[in-house]
Nanobody, 125 residues
Framework: VQLQASGGGLVQTGESLKLSCAVS????????IGWFRRPPGDEREGISS????????YYSGSVNGRFTISRDNGKKMVYLQMNALKPEDTGVYYC???????????????????WGQGTLVTVSS
């Protein structure tokens, strides 16, 4: 399984950015794709995930209402539309795949087994 995140960049507060995650090597239907970020000097945190089997989506409180996760299975892509960006959204963003992600904790990094390289998002004030 391979994942590759892209689309990061430098934006100003209030602007938007769309991240893409290219997914390959997954053969089953029951898996989740999550987006995570690591702010400078801080721990990695889960911010959004989508369950492939039923398209259920999850968001952390810090991004709920501003970020939208979506997928295009035909293109094997998962996206993260980020609106109303804030300086505290700055960090390296990663996408990851998990195959036993519980709905009780869909944003916990420990449930995700395959990780892509990150893409840097910088939001200036």
């Amino acid at each position: 399984v391979q994942l590759q995140a892209s689309g990061g960049g430098l934006v100003q507060t209030g602007e938007s950015l769309k991240l893409s995650c290219a997914v390959s090597g997954i053969t089953g239907e029951d898996y989740a794709i999550g987006w995570f970020r690591r702010p400078p000097g801080d721990e990695r945190e889960g911010i959004s995930s989508i369950m492939n089997i039923d398209s259920t989506t999850y968001y952390s409180g810090s991004v709920n209402g501003r970020f939208t996760i979506s997928r295009d299975n035909g293109k094997k892509m998962v996206y993260l539309q980020m609106n109303a960006l804030k300086p505290e959204d700055t960090g390296v963003y990663y996408c990851a795949a998990g195959f036993r992600v519980p709905k009780a904790s869909p944003l916990q990094p420990l449930w995700y087994e395959a990780w892509g390289q990150g893409t840097l998002v910088t939001v200036s004030s």
